[in-house]
């Protein structure tokens, strides 16, 4: 039994746990950026309407929790193209966030569940465990998969790779002079 926790521990559980504080302190920058430029304390501009307000707040915390997932999270398999890991990360969130509404789309005008309690239970609970869970396995295993090429985790074992190799005809040909 202790094999399989420490076998789950390292390839699951150890992460999602992180990913969870990552997205917690993400969902709490992305509420306070969007109440904050709502409530008009920054001055009227587009930024102030609710959708310019949410794109702000979003972009922001999406850049937060990629930071927190490269360098935290999944920091031995963050990769050199940190550009492309960004794109990648960004349209898992993005798809992530389709998931949520497609929960809140089918709940209020699919079902016909359209009370604020409803809304809520859709959108919030059953279409943010549903997103969470898509985006914390394709960031784990596609994003920042250990196996990626240019990642920080090949580029370790390719280096180690080349240092035994190194290795391996000094020793035989010591093992020859003998």
Known sequence: MKKIWDYLWERLVRYALK??????????????????????ALGDGWYETPLGGKFISVAVATLATWFGNRYWTFREH???????????????????????????????????????????????????????????????????????????????????GEAAETDAPSQSSSARTR
Do not use: M, Q
Not at 19 to 29: D, N, R, S, T, W
Not at 133 to 143: M, S
């Open 78 to 160: 963050r990769r050199k193209n940190f550009l492309l890991e960004l794109a990648e990360f960004t349209l898992i969130a993005v798809i992530g966030l389709g998931i949520s509404l497609a929960c809140l789309y089918l709940s209020h005008y699919v079902f016909g569940f359209t009370s604020l309690l409803a809304d809520n239970i859709s959108g919030n609970v059953v279409g943010l465990v549903l997103a969470t869970a898509f985006r914390f396995l394709l960031y784990r295993f596609w994003v920042f998969a250990p196996t990626r090429s240019d990642g920080h985790t090949a580029r370790l074992r390719a280096a180690a």
């Open 19 to 40: 990913f969870g504080v990552v997205g917690l302190a993400g969902y709490f920058i992305d509420l306070g950026i969007s109440n904050l430029l709502w409530s008009g």
